[in-house]
């Protein structure tokens, strides 16, 4: 019985070193981690690790590149209104290049509101801004297979206050791939 209990006490402290041994300690070996770059190269420490960071170009989706316009993907609109406002019209041109270069792409446009106005008004009126974005996209070349529209209404706010830097947010139009 002893002997049976000591194979079985040296099988699993054998096994633990083994699986111990298996461990990383995270540093890059042999050129792995080339492109990572630790801390701003000043020596003030920090952490950054994207290639884009240290350097090299976006590897990523376009649509996640934080330099690209295509990473903005909400228009605002004023007070109670459908227009889309100049400032977003490269924003809109740039999604809708990357839509007509990229058939399989899907995008839900989602219209919100702010909190005034009843809930049925701020439905309509968040479909004619989810429609306003889709005719925009439609007009530069983007098939209307790839775009629908939704809208929420006052449902969805991205910010809960009750004034007009709170009602600013929350009246937009957003790009949502799918």
Request: glycine share 12%; charged share 25%; net charge negative.
């Amino acid at each position: 019985m002893m002997k049976k209990t000591m194979v079985l006490l040296l099988t699993l402290v054998f096994s633990m070193a083994l699986l111990s041994g298996c461990t990383s300690t995270g540093g890059p070996q042999d050129g792995e981690g080339a492109g990572t770059q630790v801390g701003d190269g000043s020596g003030a420490g920090g952490a950054d690790t994207s290639a884009a960071g240290g350097g090299g170009a976006w590897t990523g989706s376009p649509l996640e590149d934080p330099n690209s316009p295509l990473y903005e993907k909400v228009v605002y609109f004023d007070f109670d209104t459908a227009e889309i406002r100049p400032e977003y019209v490269p924003t809109l041109r740039a999604h809708a290049e990357y839509l007509v270069n990229s058939p399989a792409a899907r995008l839900v446009i989602e219209g919100h509101c702010d909190e005034r106005g009843s809930r049925e008004y701020n439905i309509a009126l968040g479909e004619r801004r989810a429609e306003a974005v889709k005719r925009f996209l439609e007009a530069e070349g983007v098939s209307p297979v790839q775009l629908e529209t939704v809208s929420y209404g006052e449902e969805r706010p991205v910010d809960l206050g009750h004034n007009e830097e709170a009602w600013a947010k929350n009246r937009r139009g957003e790009l949502v791939y799918q």
